[in-house]
């Protein structure tokens, strides 16, 4: 098996890459393996501090507001946290958390503690609501692991006068086997690798008169499109000449597409968590750890 970042990506979060001598038995235990082995941050305990807090102005607040304090811990679970692998350990395999309960677990090398404290609007204030977002949420640690930037809009529920909201919440290792706030990526996709044939260029004529970014010149020499990005614009295009769109009969196969043996196209988005580089490569690294393990396995039974 032998990959390729595919020219142009990664765009952000998303990847496509080329993959080149294997099967789709192959391909799709990678993307099994993104969904439910590769391992990232998540917040997976929340504490929320109840009752009265007061202001300078001696104004009361209570902990009281619009969402339950279950749906908020599910949408402080989906959030991004930044994730270093080399740093943190699974609760489980850290030595601090050896010989407690499980409900006492918690140490810096595996966990991050963000703290939430925020106000509704005063009687004073004329504005009604005050949106908690998830760049309100601190990191106690290294400012690294702060929300990045690109996360820090995302909605958690709204204040409204004389309420306010402060919690504690727990950041730790996990995979997606076990929830999906531990999945690092998503719309995982995989398919063979096609080029673009140009059969007759006159009947083509059909689909490169509707204007869609489409033209003879994009074909070479040969007549082919190889290029990945290119070729999947030319596949868009050609679903207006397709069956039912009244243009088939006319376009009669003018283009056709064609598949590359042992070729398959792979992508997918993050969450922001992990770089797509770094889902690809840990996914490929638990893989070959299990084939090892596996391995050595049967060397025993059989041996």
């Not at 409204?160 to 998503?186: I, M, V």
């Not at 990945?228 to 295009?237: L, S």
């Amino acid at each position: 098996m032998k990959t390729q970042i595919v020219d142009g990506w990664p765009k952000g979060n998303r990847i496509k890459i080329l993959i080149t001598d294997t099967d789709a038995a192959q391909v799709n235990a990678i993307r099994r393996t993104i969904l439910a082995d590769v391992p990232k941050m998540a917040i997976s305990k929340v504490r929320f501090e109840l009752g009265q807090t007061q202001d300078q102005k001696g104004e009361y607040f209570e902990s009281v507001n619009a969402l339950p304090d279950e749906v908020i811990a599910h949408r402080l679970a989906m959030i991004p946290i930044p994730t270093y692998l080399d740093e943190f350990v699974f609760p489980e395999d850290d030595p601090a958390n050896e010989g407690l309960p499980e409900d006492q677990w918690g140490s810096p090398a595996s966990q991050i503690i963000y703290h939430c404290s925020i106000r509704g609007p005063s009687s004073e204030n004329k504005e009604e609501t005050k949106t908690v977002r998830a760049g309100d949420l601190n990191v106690l640690g290294e400012t690294k692991l702060q929300i990045s930037e690109t996360h820090q809009d995302i909605p958690l529920t709204i204040l409204l006068h004389g309420q306010y909201l402060e919690f504690y919440a727990y950041a730790t290792l996990g995979r997606g086997k076990d929830h999906a706030k531990w999945a690092p990526a998503s719309a995982i996709t995989f398919h063979q690798r096609e080029v673009a044939v140009l059969n007759n260029k006159k009947k083509a004529k059909i689909l490169f008169d509707l204007d869609l970014g489409v033209s003879q010149a994009d074909f070479g020499k040969d007549g082919r499109i190889d290029e990945i990005d290119q070729v999947e614009k030319m596949r868009k295009a050609m679903a207006q000449v397709s069956q039912g769109t009244g243009r088939d009969a006319d376009f009669n196969n003018a283009i056709s597409m064609e598949k590359v043996d042992r070729e398959f196209i792979f992508s997918f988005d993050t969450d922001g968590s992990l770089s797509p580089e770094m889902v690809f490569n840990q996914a490929c690294e638990v893989l070959s750890n299990r084939f090892v393990l596996l391995n050595e396995e049967l060397d025993t039974v059989l041996a």
